[in-house]
């Protein structure tokens, strides 16, 4: 059974300032894929960035890139230059390859960030 | 556009009722799962499917059942609706499709559902 912890329940900046989420996880898989979901006040879930296990290049998304660490199984959102509209519950979530993704994703309990005016 | 449509975001039942949560995708996706969202507790899988009419426990199956007679929707069946089940259910729905390594997937707005 996989495992994803999110350690910081809430986070708040700066508008412009530059973010960091922390994200770490527990599986014996070796292939795999992980995500940043985005969840603002309209409730719908959005996917931020995606990361697939065996590239090493860290994935980036405009202002949105990830420090992905496979040795340590951490997996960090930066969000550089924030905006008020970034304010959201944020959602670490990983999925093994095996079975296609038919087992469904794996949350973390969520970080909720505020981006201060 | 990709879209997963759950047919209420709102919803007050009373406790013993039966209730149905509608969840229908347009994107010929074989999986569709069924989450609980609560405070401090993230998402949790109830149920997922992989094609029609089958089904599989998620983690926290207790309470719940499902029914997938047709590809496109997959419903959620509180048989007997309890205070405890007060919360926030979210559809998913993404493609089995190990060609094309597409495992995101795609949510509905979920449904506020309130146990009285």
């Known amino acids: 059974a996989q495992t994803v912890t999110q350690s910081q329940p809430e986070m708040s900046v700066q508008e412009a300032e530059t973010v960091t989420l922390s994200c770490t996880y527990d599986?014996?898989?070796?292939?795999?894929?992980l995500f940043w979901y985005k969840q603002p006040p309209s409730r719908q879930m959005i996917l931020v960035i995606r990361?697939?296990?065996?590239?090493?290049q860290n994935a980036t998304e405009n202002r949105f890139s990830v420090n992905f660490q496979k040795a340590a199984k951490s997996f960090s959102l930066k969000i550089s230059d924030s905006q008020l509209g970034d304010t959201a519950m944020y959602f670490c979530?990983?999925?093994?390859?095996?079975?296609?993704?038919?087992?469904?994703?794996?949350f973390g309990k969520g970080t909720h960030l505020i981006i201060q005016p | 556009d990709v879209k997963v449509t759950q047919s209420s975001r709102y919803l007050v039942k009373r406790t013993g009722e039966k209730v149905f949560l509608e969840c229908v995708q347009d994107?010929?996706?074989?999986?569709m799962f069924w989450y609980r969202q609560d405070p401090g507790l993230g998402l949790r899988l109830i149920y997922f499917?992989?094609?029609?009419?089958?089904?599989e426990k998620g983690d926290i199956p207790e309470g719940y059942s499902v029914s997938r007679e047709k590809k496109e929707r997959f419903s959620l069946i509180l048989e007997s609706a309890s205070t405890n089940q007060t919360s926030m259910y979210l559809c998913?729905?993404?493609?089995?499709?190990?060609?094309?390594?597409?495992?995101?997937?795609?949510f509905g707005q979920g449904t506020r559902l309130t146990v009285v």
């Open positions: 998913a729905s993404s493609s089995l499709s190990i060609q094309a390594l597409n495992t995101e997937a795609f």
């Open positions: 599986t014996s898989e070796n292939n795999y894929y």
């Open positions: 990361q697939e296990a065996y590239k090493q």
């Open positions: 979530a990983f999925i093994p390859y095996s079975g296609g993704g038919a087992d469904g994703l794996t």
């Open positions: 994107m010929d996706h074989e999986n």
């Open positions: 499917s992989y094609d029609v009419k089958m089904k």
